[in-house]
């Protein structure tokens, strides 16, 4: 495994944590604001690069995220690819 494979998934790992992290904060809700919370948390607070990354571990499969983070990601905001040089 090279170390760019290495870093990418702690980093993978990181997001993902940090994800159902702010869905177990928002479960206190009724579920649509829940749904809601986590969306617009992720909007506001991840930069483009980490919400790319975000729908990579979802378009993969397997993702270990939360139901409610899953949920929520039909509202969060997938930004354009990166470019390339």
Known sequence: MSPDETHHGKTSAKLVYMANQIATFFKTQPANEAVQGVATHINKFWEPRMRRQFFE??????????????EAATLIHRPQPAQQD
Do not use: E, R, W, Y
């Open 57 to 70: 571990i979802i378009d993969n499969g397997n993702s270990g995220l939360d139901p409610l983070v899953l």
